[in-house]
């Protein structure tokens, strides 16, 4: 496989702190881990394809894929996130290859892989356009692009639009992530690239939290946005209680005083032209 390079994006040493803060391995683990097999099975991988994880973290959809036979490269800016997945990997037996990749500058070359996918990764890249055009670029033609991403007005949309006046002001330029949850807006970024483009919402249930305050707590003591939100106010307690107050609310109006949320996905499957 020919292995290409281009210069760094400035905003990378900013994106690997963000994803460092807390600890997104256990958010993975402990919340999210059911998309990755969900995201495999639209996707219809199988033994020997060549598959590419795109903001892959630690792996939730590049361990299951090792497992399943297939040859897999695990891609993601955050060194943290990479050495995690790949205790887990060994933890479970699965082989592949990790590798510290900017999704807006995939060091891989054209062509290469039978399957490109990002399971809540790749939305996270600021510049949508330049993203959507790596994917495209590194999928073999009939190759499969598949894509979960949360929906600006599912549970996490709403947690980001909560948090979004709190936080520091994004990048110029960039998009907001739950746009990859919008289905007209990935067809736009993929083009007449890609055919046989489907995009379908679904729900992951999610019964680990008792009630919205634990689930805040749970946040913000683990999720990457989530502390850089709590820092940018440290010195400001009578914000640091606002936000408090409005996360817990978020998590108990989606409880409705049951035990299980339910969290709004888009999954996206196209094949390269």
Known sequence: MTIVTEPGRGYESKHRALWALGDYASVASDVVAPLGPVLLSASGISPGDRVLDVAA???????????????????????????HG?????????????????????????????????????????????SADELVRVCRPGGVIGLISWTPGGFVGQ????????????????????????????RALLSDRVIDFTARREMLPVNAFGDGAAFR??????????????????????????????????????????????????LVTARKR
């Open 57 to 83: 973290g630690s792996g939730n959809v590049a361990i299951p894929a090792a497992l399943l036979g297939a040859d897999v490269i695990a891609g993601d800016l955050c060194p943290e996130l990479l050495e």
């Open 86 to 130: 790949r205790q887990l990997a060994q933890e479970r037996g699965a082989r592949l290859r990790w590798m510290e990749a900017n999704a807006e500058a995939l060091p891989l070359g054209s062509d290469a892989f039978d399957a490109v996918l990002s399971c809540i990764g790749v939305m996270f890249a600021p510049y949508h356009q330049r």
């Open 217 to 266: 707590d749970y946040f913000k003591a683990n999720y990457g946005p989530t502390v850089a939100a709590y820092q940018g106010i440290a010195d400001e307690p009578e914000r640091i209680a606002a936000l408090d107050a409005e996360l817990a609310a978020l998590g108990d109006r989606h409880l409705a005083g049951g035990s299980t949320m339910q969290w709004e996905y888009l």
């Open 159 to 186: 947690m980001f639009a909560t948090m979004k006046p709190f936080m520091a002001p994004p990048l110029p330029g960039s998009q907001p992530a739950p746009l990859w949850g919008d289905e007209d807006h990935v």
